[in-house]
């Protein structure tokens, strides 16, 4: 294990401590890389009765998280935590928190791992640390998987020398010693706070000390339902995001952005006009727009209005939607198995551009001197951030401190850092600190968006079984350069896939699996690069891809003479996943007589080691304005830290669902989406939820697996197939209703 | 400029100010009042949400001379001291908050909402239009209730 250092850490409450206190940073572990994640998934375990058993897909081998947690091993343990003299534990999370809950669980961790209070842990996003190479990425759902282990360890080795800092003060064998509620307690009675031993345990010399994480048998806090620990900050609004923080000298800055999607200035007409308007400060062209800054945002918004600018064109300005359906369909790839020989069913499907829109929109605060410069965003890939930043505004990358901020929402979203880059391009060109916000309009226009898809299906069937099974995504390049291609780079040798695979491919197919004994099962992915602003999305490729074959299975079965759930059942590979899908149906009362106009749909998913089934029942009696009125799911995550986390995230992965299955997509229109505000682009109201919605996590069994993402591609299938029944169509484009009802704002 | 006093959180302000300049921006970047925050600016996913004279109103559009001489409430000036508001204790014990940004204008809206309608039906809690983009409207409308049964 590693030793301890001795530091004076500088908390965010700005008070810097002085004093000694037991500080660890866990260096080069001896231990070996997490292999029991790298074995097939149940494969084979339980042989379903009908189905013919397919071989496994490379995701079913090693999914994009085993790759993330394989690329960050070296580094993994590099955790930094301390035990404070008033016998407080602070941990630095090299992940970012954006509401999926992720300091909460790693608390529960420390805490449980610790015998000490949750309220007496303290959990602080870690700045960019470059030496974590390629550790500091949040996304894959990978948070929990990938620091279960070496959180559990790095704190059991304070435990481990606090309780040694008390064997030697009372000269009593460690072994005699407990630890309780943040204290060491010894055989008599006696009792030692943690804050009274750290300094010791500071400087002891342990050379021999081993230690071992409690068994999970023995877990109290882990596992039960538990509050957020930023719960109250929320609720009071004294949790402080970005732009709520009083960074000396930031001024509020805006800036104008350009009629298309990558147009770049011309020029500037008015610029003497819009620099004496009231409150403005300053004004400069940058790579990106005209960037304004004013006393309040008030003003900079006023006066990035006001501009009168010259553009050039940019990068898709003739591009529009038919255009781009046109070259998707041409793009998929042909089928192998022709449909004459056997029974088959053919489908094809297609589904819009999605905004991310979270609802803090992109900022940042840059404040860059000659020498130096400091970055506060909420960064999902932190190092990469801080790498191009430093290159982009010419300093040493060991000159840049980037600050990793609690965010208002990501969902994909905040793995890029461009407000951040942006933030720190104007901060240079104004030599002044910037307080950078992006107007709504702009976020949902010039942010990124889930690329638009089509998808092509071809299953073939004989004798109750499913022979084939064909799937050909052609998708609008997702762009994944925020330090995944060097992670792909350096696992390629271990990655189940083979040949000269693009980085898109290799995460689609170490994400992407059928979970059904289909018999040969090929999916493959053709992607058509356009220069627009594209990103990851809350589950990447499964939402679409799984989502239609969800609705594929709904169509299969009603060819093959048999019931949805009874169908799934049957050609499920294994009995963990007939577990979920079998809950839902009992809790949910699948078959259950609906009225005329409601229908019940269900979908199931399996990805990153753990697997959902979601039921759903719709009232569509005006199919132009459905409402899922009731939702139950079922989710097995192999091992949950925080049910009540979980929920939340199964939660927002449902209404995910509602609203792209539905209603909410973005129109491009010659080279810029036309969806400005959510008056536009129609995420899920109140009056859009369920009123009806019961969350079922199934025992821990295993190790964690992923969870964040997990919950939207059930649910869409779910969703779709209650709409098509209560409706008697087959939806085959998304979101079903997609009018453009709006008048969309000025470019 | 024009100068207005009004009451935020029950401390009078007096504020520098354009007439037509929105009360968001005087209470973030004049006053350092950083509970309400932006979503859209023009009145749409209500993420502002505070009360004017006890009524929710969205702060992106109202014109700080609107606000002179009233009593402006953010989420910050709903507890009392240390004991929260009835809404704040129900939003903590049915743990709805995820990202957390667009929760002080729906714990806003749902006081407003409580003080005309103590016990409102599904059907009055769908009018609350604040977009949440984590998806928590149903735990929203679990704690409305649950905040509606302590009032």
Same mark, same amino acid.
């Given at each position: 294990?590693?030793?301890?250092?001795?530091?004076a850490?500088?908390?965010?409450?700005?008070?810097?401590?002085?004093?000694?206190? &037991?500080? @660890?940073?866990?260096?080069?572990?001896?231990?070996?890389?997490?292999t029991?994640?790298?074995?097939?998934?149940g494969?084979?375990?339980?042989?379903?009765?009908?189905?013919?058993?397919?071989? /496994?897909?490379?995701?079913?081998?090693?999914?994009?998280?085993?790759? &993330?947690?394989?690329?960050?091993?070296p580094?993994?343990?590099?955790?930094?935590?301390?035990?404070?003299?008033?016998?407080?534990?602070?941990?630095?999370?090299?992940? #970012?928190?954006?509401?999926?809950?992720?300091?909460?669980?790693?608390?529960?961790?420390?805490?449980?791992?610790?015998?000490?209070?949750?309220?007496?842990?303290?959990?602080?996003?870690?700045?960019?640390?470059?030496?974590?190479?390629?550790?500091q990425?949040?996304?894959?759902?990978?948070?929990i998987?990938?620091?279960?282990?070496?959180?559990?360890?790095?704190?059991?080795?304070?435990?481990?020398?606090?309780?040694?800092?008390?064997?030697?003060?009372w000269?009593?064998?460690?072994?005699?010693?407990?630890?309780?509620?943040?204290?060491?307690?010894?055989?008599?009675?006696?009792?030692?706070?943690?804050?009274?031993?750290?300094?010791?345990?500071?400087?002891?010399?342990?050379?021999? &000390?081993?230690?071992?994480?409690? /068994?999970?048998?023995?877990?109290?806090?882990?596992?039960?339902?538990?509050?957020?620990?930023?719960?109250?900050?929320?609720?009071?609004?004294?949790?402080?995001?970005?732009?709520?923080?009083?960074?000396?000298?930031?001024?509020?800055?805006?800036?104008? *952005?350009?009629?298309?999607?990558?147009?770049?200035?011309?020029?500037?007409?008015?610029?003497?006009?819009?620099?004496?308007?009231?409150?403005?400060?300053?004004?400069?062209?940058?790579?990106?727009?005209? #960037?304004?800054?004013?006393?309040?945002?008030?003003?900079?918004?006023?006066?990035?209005?006001?501009?009168?600018?010259? +553009?050039?064109?940019?990068?898709?300005?003739?591009?529009?939607?038919?255009?781009?359906?046109?070259?998707?369909?041409?793009?998929?790839?042909?089928?192998?198995?022709?449909?004459?020989?056997?029974?088959?069913?053919?489908?094809?499907f297609?589904?819009?551009?999605?905004?991310?829109?979270?609802?803090?929109t992109?900022?940042?605060i840059?404040?860059?001197?000659?020498? %130096?410069?400091?970055?506060?965003?909420?960064?999902?890939?932190?190092?990469v #951030?801080?790498?191009?930043?430093?290159?982009?505004?010419?300093?040493?990358?060991?000159? $840049?401190?980037?600050?990793?901020?609690?965010?208002?929402?990501?969902?994909? *979203?905040?793995?890029?850092?461009?407000?951040?880059?942006?933030?720190?391009?104007?901060?240079?060109?104004?030599?002044?600190?910037?307080?950078?916000?992006?107007?709504?309009?702009?976020?949902?226009?010039?942010?990124?968006?889930?690329?638009?898809?089509?998808?092509?299906?071809?299953?073939?069937?004989?004798?109750?079984?499913?022979?084939t099974?064909?799937?050909?995504?052609?998708?609008?390049?997702?762009?994944f350069?925020?330090?995944?291609?060097?992670?792909?780079? #350096?696992?390629?040798?271990?990655?189940?896939?083979a040949?000269?695979?693009? @980085?898109?491919?290799?995460?689609?197919?170490?994400? $992407?699996?059928?979970?059904?004994?289909?018999?040969?099962?090929?999916?493959?992915?053709?992607?058509?690069?356009?220069?627009?602003?594209?990103?990851? +999305?809350?589950?990447?490729?499964?939402?679409?891809?799984?989502?239609?074959?969800?609705?594929?299975?709904?169509?299969?079965?009603?060819?093959?003479?048999?019931?949805?759930?009874?169908?799934?059942?049957?050609?499920?590979?294994?009995?963990?996943? %007939?577990?979920?899908?079998?809950?839902?149906?009992?809790?949910?009362? +699948?078959?259950?007589?609906?009225?005329?106009? @409601?229908?019940?749909?269900?979908?199931?998913?399996?990805?990153?080691?753990?697997?959902?089934?979601?039921?759903?029942?719709?009232?569509?009696?005006?199919?132009?304005?459905?409402?899922v009125?009731?939702?139950?799911?079922?989710?097995?995550?192999?091992?949950?830290?925080?049910?009540? =986390?979980?929920?939340?995230?199964?939660?927002?992965?449902?209404?995910?669902?509602?609203?792209?299955?539905?209603r909410?997509?973005?129109?491009?229109? *010659?080279?810029?989406?036309?969806?400005?505000?959510?008056?536009?682009?129609?995420?899920?109201?109140?009056?859009?939820?369920?009123?009806?919605?019961?969350?079922?996590?199934?025992?821990?069994?295993?190790?964690?697996?992923?969870?964040?993402?997990?919950?939207?591609?059930?649910?869409?299938?779910?969703?779709?197939?209650?709409?098509?029944?209560?409706?008697?169509?087959?939806?085959?484009? @998304?979101?079903?209703?997609?009018?453009?009802?709006?008048? /969309?704002f000025?470019? | 400029?024009?100068?207005?006093?009004?009451?935020?959180?029950?401390?009078?302000?007096?504020?520098?100010?354009?007439?037509?300049?929105?009360?968001? +921006?005087?209470?973030?970047?004049?006053?350092?009042?950083?509970?309400?925050?932006? =979503?859209?600016?023009?009145?749409?996913?209500?993420?502002?949400?505070?009360?004017?004279?006890?009524?929710?109103?969205?702060?992106?559009?109202?014109?700080?001379?609107?606000?002179?001489?009233?009593? $402006?409430?953010?989420?910050?000036?709903?507890?009392?001291?240390?004991?929260?508001?009835?809404?704040?204790?129900?939003?903590?014990?049915?743990?709805?908050?995820?990202?957390?940004?667009?929760?002080?204008?729906?714990?806003?809206?749902?006081?407003?909402? &409580?003080?005309?309608?103590k016990? /409102?039906?599904?059907?009055?809690?769908?009018?609350?239009?604040?977009?949440?983009?984590?998806?928590?409207?149903?735990?929203?409308?679990?704690?409305?209730?649950?905040?509606?049964?302590?009032?």
């Amino acid at each position: 294990m590693g030793s301890p250092t001795k530091s004076a850490a500088e908390h965010d409450d700005g008070a810097v401590g002085r004093r000694r206190f &037991l500080t @660890f940073l866990v260096a080069a572990p001896t231990l070996t890389l997490a292999t029991t994640n790298l074995a097939p998934d149940g494969i084979g375990t339980a042989a379903a009765e009908a189905g013919v058993p397919g071989l /496994p897909q490379p995701a079913d081998i090693m999914d994009l998280g085993d790759v &993330l947690i394989l690329a960050g091993t070296p580094t993994a343990h590099l955790l930094v935590l301390e035990v404070t003299e008033d016998g407080e534990a602070h941990f630095e999370l090299p992940r #970012a928190e954006v509401g999926q809950g992720i300091t909460t669980a790693v608390a529960m961790l420390v805490a449980e791992e610790l015998d000490l209070p949750l309220s007496k842990v303290r959990v602080r996003l870690a700045d960019a640390r470059p030496e974590l190479l390629m550790n500091q990425l949040t996304g894959g759902s990978n948070t929990i998987r990938s620091v279960y282990g070496p959180v559990r360890r790095t704190a059991a080795a304070a435990r481990a020398r606090l309780v040694a800092a008390a064997s030697t003060r009372w000269d009593l064998s460690p072994d005699r010693l407990v630890t309780r509620d943040g204290a060491v307690v010894a055989p008599d009675g006696r009792t030692a706070s943690y804050g009274s031993l750290t300094g010791l345990a500071a400087t002891l010399p342990l050379p021999g &000390l081993t230690v071992k994480p409690k /068994p999970e048998s023995e877990h109290t806090l882990v596992g039960t339902p538990t509050s957020r620990i930023d719960a109250r900050a929320m609720v009071t609004g004294t949790m402080r995001y970005t732009l709520d923080l009083d960074v000396a000298g930031a001024k509020p800055t805006m800036v104008r *952005r350009p009629p298309t999607i990558n147009g770049t200035v011309r020029s500037v007409n008015n610029e003497t006009a819009v620099r004496a308007m009231p409150g403005v400060i300053d004004l400069a062209v940058v790579p990106t727009g005209v #960037a304004v800054m004013a006393e309040t945002f008030g003003q900079a918004l006023d006066a990035k209005d006001a501009l009168d600018v010259s +553009w050039n064109d940019g990068t898709v300005d003739a591009l529009s939607d038919a255009d781009i359906r046109k070259r998707l369909r041409a793009a998929a790839l042909p089928f192998v198995v022709p449909p004459l020989l056997t029974r088959h069913v053919d489908a094809e499907f297609d589904f819009a551009f999605v905004s991310h829109a979270p609802l803090e929109t992109n900022s940042a605060i840059a404040d860059v001197r000659d020498d %130096r410069a400091e970055i506060w965003a909420g960064l999902k890939s932190a190092i990469v #951030a801080k790498q191009t930043i430093a290159a982009a505004i010419g300093l040493p990358e060991d000159r $840049v401190t980037v600050h990793v901020r609690q965010s208002g929402g990501s969902f994909g *979203r905040r793995l890029f850092f461009d407000g951040a880059l942006e933030a720190a391009q104007i901060s240079k060109a104004m030599a002044r600190p910037v307080k950078l916000m992006w107007s709504r309009i702009d976020d949902m226009r010039h942010g990124r968006a889930r690329p638009a898809t089509h998808h092509k299906i071809r299953a073939t069937y004989a004798l109750g079984q499913v022979l084939t099974y064909e799937h050909r995504v052609a998708a609008v390049e997702t762009d994944f350069r925020h330090g995944l291609g060097e992670i792909l780079t #350096a696992t390629a040798a271990r990655l189940p896939v083979a040949g000269n695979l693009s @980085f898109a491919q290799t995460v689609f197919l170490t994400t $992407v699996k059928v979970p059904y004994d289909f018999g040969v099962v090929t999916e493959l992915l053709n992607e058509v690069p356009l220069k627009m602003h594209t990103a990851s +999305w809350r589950s990447v490729y499964s939402a679409n891809t799984r989502g239609a074959e969800e609705i594929l299975v709904d169509e299969l079965a009603k060819r093959m003479g048999k019931d949805p759930v009874a169908f799934r059942r049957a050609f499920l590979k294994t009995d963990r996943q %007939r577990r979920v899908l079998d809950k839902v149906a009992a809790a949910g009362n +699948w078959g259950r007589t609906m009225p005329a106009g @409601f229908a019940q749909g269900v979908g199931f998913h399996d990805e990153y080691k753990s697997c959902t089934a979601c039921l759903v029942e719709i009232d569509a009696r005006d199919p132009g304005k459905p409402r899922v009125v009731r939702a139950v799911i079922a989710a097995d995550v192999g091992r949950p830290i925080n049910p009540r =986390g979980l929920e939340a995230q199964l939660l927002g992965g449902l209404t995910d669902a509602i609203s792209t299955t539905l209603r909410a997509g973005l129109h491009i229109d *010659r080279g810029l989406p036309l969806e400005g505000s959510y008056s536009q682009f129609h995420y899920a109201r109140q009056k859009d939820s369920p009123t009806d919605v019961r969350i079922f996590i199934m025992p821990a069994d295993g190790e964690p697996g992923g969870a964040g993402e997990l919950g939207v591609p059930a649910a869409v299938g779910a969703i779709a197939n209650a709409y098509a029944r209560a409706t008697g169509t087959s939806p085959r484009s @998304f979101p079903i209703n997609f009018d453009v009802d709006f008048t /969309p704002f000025p470019r | 400029m024009p100068t207005y006093t009004f009451a935020v959180n029950g401390k009078t302000v007096t504020v520098d100010a354009p007439a037509d300049m929105p009360l968001l +921006w005087v209470l973030r970047d004049k006053l350092g009042v950083t509970g309400p925050k932006y =979503g859209c600016g023009i009145d749409v996913c209500k993420a502002c949400t505070s009360h004017l004279d006890g009524e929710a109103v969205n702060p992106c559009v109202v014109p700080v001379s609107e606000a002179a001489g009233r009593k $402006v409430t953010t989420i910050e000036g709903l507890a009392d001291g240390d004991t929260l508001h009835p809404v704040q204790e129900a939003w903590l014990e049915e743990d709805v908050a995820q990202c957390g940004y667009c929760q002080p204008g729906q714990i806003m809206a749902a006081v407003a909402l &409580l003080r005309k309608n103590k016990n /409102p039906t599904d059907a009055e809690i769908d009018a609350i239009q604040n977009v949440c983009r984590c998806g928590t409207y149903f735990r929203i409308r679990e704690a409305i209730k649950r905040a509606a049964a302590k009032m």
